[in-house]
C-alpha cells in the first residue's frame, strides 16, 4: 500500500517555519470538495479581492466574492446576492447572507464550506489534506475559538476574523431558518 506524503506549513507570530508530515493511505484518501466564499467590498477590488483571486482562491474548488452589489465587478466572480447592506457594521448580514447562497446552491456539491475575508491567506492544499482525514458525516466547525467573559457568563465563539472551516451538516439550521 503506497502512501501520500503531506507537508503543512506553520505560521508563528516570528515568521518562523516548522514543517510536519503526516502519511495518509492510499485507500482512504479522497478529495473533499470545498467552497470557498471570501467577504469583500467595492473599494478592495483592485488590491486585495484581486490578490486573492489570483493566488490562493482559485484552489478551491469553487469560490465567489461576497459584496454589495456593484455594476462594474471588474471580471471577479461576485456571488449574486442581493440587499447587503454596504458598511463595516454589517458584517453579520452580509456573512449570514452568504451562508444562505453557499446553502440554497451548492449544499449538495461540496462537502466543506470555508468563510474567509479579503485580508486572509489560505494554504488551501493543506487545508484541503487536514479535511481529507476528518469525518464528514459530522457536523464540525474548524476555525479559532476564543473565550468572552462578561458578567457572569462564559461564551465561546468562533474568531470571525480569521475564517472558518465547515462541513454541509453544519448547514441544518440553515434549512430551519430558511423555512
Given at each position: ?6 507537508y503543512?506549513i506553520v ?6 517555519y ?9 485507500s482512504?484518501?479522497?478529495?473533499k ?11 478592495h477590488f483592485?488590491t486585495?479581492t ?6 490562493w482562491a482559485?484552489?478551491c474548488d469553487k ?6 452589489y456593484?455594476n462594474d465587478?471588474?471580471g ?14 454589517h458584517?453579520?448580514q452580509?456573512?449570514t ?6 446553502y440554497?446552491h451548492f449544499?449538495?456539491?461540496f ?5 474567509a ?8 492544499d ?6 481529507n ?20 457568563y462564559?461564551?465561546?465563539y468562533?474568531?470571525?476574523f ?15 431558518c430558511?423555512k
Amino acid at each position: 500500500m503506497g502512501l501520500i506524503f503531506i507537508y503543512f506549513i506553520v505560521v508563528t507570530h516570528s515568521q518562523s517555519y516548522t514543517w510536519l508530515s503526516i502519511n495518509l493511505p492510499h485507500s482512504n484518501y479522497s478529495l473533499k470538495r470545498i467552497y470557498c466564499f471570501i467577504l469583500t467590498s467595492p473599494k478592495h477590488f483592485d488590491t486585495k479581492t484581486r490578490a486573492v483571486n489570483l493566488t490562493w482562491a482559485p484552489r478551491c474548488d469553487k469560490y465567489h466574492f461576497i459584496s454589495e452589489y456593484v455594476n462594474d465587478t471588474k471580471g471577479l466572480p461576485i456571488a449574486p446576492i442581493a440587499n447587503i447592506t454596504p458598511g463595516y457594521n454589517h458584517l453579520t448580514q452580509k456573512t449570514t447572507l452568504a451562508f444562505f447562497y453557499a446553502y440554497q446552491h451548492f449544499i449538495n456539491e461540496f462537502d466543506w464550506f470555508l468563510k474567509a475575508d479579503d485580508d486572509t491567506y489560505i494554504f488551501v492544499d493543506n487545508l484541503q489534506a487536514f479535511l481529507n482525514t476528518q469525518n464528514p458525516f459530522e457536523p464540525i466547525t474548524f476555525g479559532y475559538n476564543f473565550k468572552v467573559e462578561k458578567y457572569k457568563y462564559r461564551n465561546i465563539y468562533i474568531c470571525i476574523f480569521l475564517g472558518y472551516c465547515f462541513e454541509r451538516l453544519s448547514f441544518g439550521w440553515c434549512r430551519i431558518c430558511s423555512k
